[in-house]
């Protein structure tokens, strides 16, 4: 189980030191509270460095997406899900769309995205891993902490829990 934790408590604490996106998620895993360290994905409307990514060892990392906001396709389904969960990922947070929500929310998994929408994208191969992103109006670059639970979402450049064990599982 992750520690107990709020991102309000953690703003309190660490006050304009941490960054906080803008409340444009909606939580679709069945786990809401989940932190991690970043991997970094950019792509559009296709999901191959997504399904590359989540198919490695997560080892209690967070994957962060820049989905360019696309509302035509979704860039997670519950077989990529699935192998998130199976490959130890903390969570998964997409500035974009995901299918197949009632499976999600049955997944031990954090899953913060926009929207949900049937239409899946298409694999041409494109995307970039590992660089700066930005989502939600926040910059969230590869190693950053992410914290995220109901109320929202938190980026800091450390580590922000005392104690804190290096996997968000
Ligand atoms: O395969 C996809 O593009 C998305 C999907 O439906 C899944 O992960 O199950």
């Given amino acids: 189980m992750p520690p ?5 408590d953690l703003y309190d604490t660490h006050g304009e030191t941490v960054r906080v996106c803008a409340p444009v998620f909606r939580d679709f895993g069945g786990r809401t509270r989940f932190f991690g360290q970043a991997v970094t994905v950019k792509c559009f409307e296709d999901n191959s ?17 820049d989905a360019g906001g696309s509302l035509r396709c979704a860039m997670l389904g519950d077989l990529i899900a699935e192998s998130a ?3 130890g990922w903390a969570g998964v947070v ?17 899953i913060k995205a926009l929207a949900a929408i049937p239409r899946k ?7 970039q891993r590992d660089l700066p992103v930005e989502i939600a109006g926040v910059q ?3 190693g950053d902490w992410v914290y995220g639970d109901g ?5 800091a450049d450390a580590p922000l829990l005392p ?7």
């Fill in 4 to 8: 107990e934790f709020s991102t309000a």
């Fill in 49 to 65: 460095r997504i399904k590359e990514t989540l198919a490695e060892a997560g080892a209690g990392r967070v994957l962060v997406v």
């Fill in 85 to 87: 969960v199976s490959n």
């Fill in 94 to 110: 997409i500035q974009g769309c995901v299918r197949d929500s009632a499976r999600l929310a049955t997944m031990d998994l954090g």
């Fill in 121 to 127: 994208s298409v694999r041409r191969g494109e995307g």
């Fill in 140 to 142: 969230v670059c590869p």
């Fill in 151 to 155: 109320d929202g979402l938190l980026i």
């Fill in 163 to 169: 104690d804190q064990v290096q996997t968000g599982n």
